[in-house]
């Protein structure tokens, strides 16, 4: 294990690639393959998307390419990278507040991140014994679940809800395996599951999604997630689209910050900030191209909401062929998707107790670790013994949420869009423009597009969601 004390030589990536495997794991998690498909589905498919896909490349693009960039230059944790720049640029180290505003939201994601990951690890489980009894009864490709009814295959999430000991179970296995990882440090530990994982991943992907459309109805799905009705876009819908973009992106937390500083080798951050765009939107899509053809084939409902994965899909698996193996490697698909993500939620956090606190790697992840673990018993107690507790129950918007969607919606609406905008106001007008060109090797055309979306379409369009998502009555 390498032991950074924060004062020894600083842990890197072994290459390029190395990073972008990393990012992009980042990048792709529960947001491409479970809120995603839920949100395309709720709010009416094609135009949805269309927009979505708009704000990942006029918004979100320049948004990664300026997090790198800080990350890169100031090769500290999030709050440390963004006081180096700032003094290399002649500006306020205050500015680093809203690194750690980052820091304090990713540390928040963590926590319920990892009671969702937990369902996911159940229904594995579900899954996986699915199948195990179909090996035993001779017949390996049959339909999951098979004799239960629609209500039984439904019933199951309640069953878990209503489970606290089995919740914190999930979630106590989930961290400690993302805690595992992180306290190995970032070549040993995040970089060797990234180089695992992300293969695996993409190749269930596309291997289910040809499934998919083979078995199911893949016209309806494309149709369903492609073809605009603009009637459909209405002011909510746009706002869940942005969100939902720098949350899929892991903007606004300092993530991508944190990964950057990593990076040791020279620059040249637009070719690697568009794969890694292209790799999450990618694979947003190709989640719905997954899911929807399975949940068209079987006539059930594509705006489920976010119980589509886990209540309609099992079901769905039930009668098509291979349904109890497909339906296993599906759950898996989305449990690898929210390690390589989970991991890079812990490391911000710990890499600022390493910066910042001079802790060793390991006390770090144990602190961030336990604490967002704790933090996220009080989000599935909110399921069953908690469920009558508000949290921000005097605020109108979080008047009825239980305690996990308070923690997702606050750091989502008003916690990442802030950090988003304060990452455009100091790149797009604050950093020295010398660095900003050399770091990020950008040049042309580029640069002055580049500029123009992170000076001033950035703070007004993030600034327009966070406003409008903390008041919605503004929209009407
Ligand atoms: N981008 C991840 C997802 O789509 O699931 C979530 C996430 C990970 C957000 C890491 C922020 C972050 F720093």
Not at 114 to 121: F, P, T
Not at 218 to 237: H, Y
Not at 302 to 312: C, D, R, S, Y
Request: proline share 4%; with cysteine; net charge negative.
């Amino acid at each position: 294990m390498v032991a950074s004390t924060g004062s020894g030589e600083r842990e890197g990536w072994s290459s390029r690639s190395a990073f972008i495997l990393a990012a992009v794991g980042a990048a792709v998690g529960l947001g491409n393959v479970w809120r995603f498909p839920t949100l395309a589905g709720e709010s009416g498919g094609g135009a949805f998307v269309l927009f979505y896909v708009a704000c990942v490349f006029l918004l979100g693009l320049p948004l990664v390419i300026s997090e790198i960039f800080i990350g890169r230059t100031g090769q500290d944790d999030a709050v440390g990278s963004i006081r180096k720049v700032a003094k290399q640029s002649g500006a306020s180290g205050s500015w680093s507040l809203f690194g750690f505003l980052g820091v304090l939201a990713a540390f928040l994601i963590l926590s319920f991140y990892s009671v969702v990951a937990g369902w996911v690890l159940y229904y594995v489980g579900v899954m996986g014994a699915d199948f195990l009894g179909a090996i035993m009864a001779g017949d390996p490709f049959r339909g999951a679940l098979l004799g239960e009814s629609q209500e039984a295959v439904s019933g199951r999430m309640g069953e878990l809800f209503a489970n606290p000991m089995l919740l914190l179970s999930m979630h106590f296995a989930f961290m400690g395996l993302t805690l595992f990882i992180v306290a190995r440090g970032i070549g040993s530990g995040i970089e060797a599951a990234a180089t695992i994982l992300m293969p695996m991943f993409f190749v269930l992907l596309v291997g289910i999604t040809v499934y998919g459309a083979f078995v199911g109805d893949m016209t309806e799905a494309l149709a369903f997630l492609f073809t605009p009705d603009w009637s459909k876009l209405t002011p909510q819908v746009m706002n869940t689209a942005l969100g939902q973009a720098l949350f899929s992106l892991s903007l606004g937390v300092a993530g991508l910050i944190t990964y950057g500083s990593y990076i040791k080798g020279p620059s040249g951050l637009g070719s690697t900030s568009v794969t890694i765009a292209f790799a999450d939107t990618g694979v947003a899509l190709l989640s719905g191209l997954m899911i929807f053809p399975i949940v068209f084939a079987v006539g059930l409902d594509p705006a489920a909401g976010p119980t589509l994965v886990f209540q309609t899909l099992p079901f769905a698996f039930q009668t098509m062929p291979a349904g109890a193996l497909i339906g296993l490697l599906f759950f898996v698909l989305i449990l690898v998707a929210a390690v390589t993500s989970s991991i890079s939620l812990l490391e911000v956090p710990v890499a600022w107790g390493i910066g910042e606190m001079g802790w060793s790697r390991r006390t770090s992840s144990l602190v961030f670790g336990g604490g967002a673990f704790l933090i996220g018993i009080a989000c599935l107690l909110g399921y069953n013994v908690w469920s009558d507790v508000r949290l921000l129950g005097f605020w109108p918007l979080f008047a009825e949420t239980d305690i996990l969607d308070t923690v997702d919606g606050f750091t989502g609406k008003v916690m990442l869009p802030l950090g988003a905008f304060f990452t455009a106001i100091f790149v797009g007008w604050k950093a020295d423009r010398r660095l900003v060109k050399e770091m990020t090797g950008l040049s042309g055309v580029w640069l002055s597009l580049w500029r123009f979306l992170i000076a001033w379409l950035c703070p007004l369009a993030v600034g327009t969601i966070l406003i409008t998502g903390l008041f919605p009555q503004i929209l009407g």
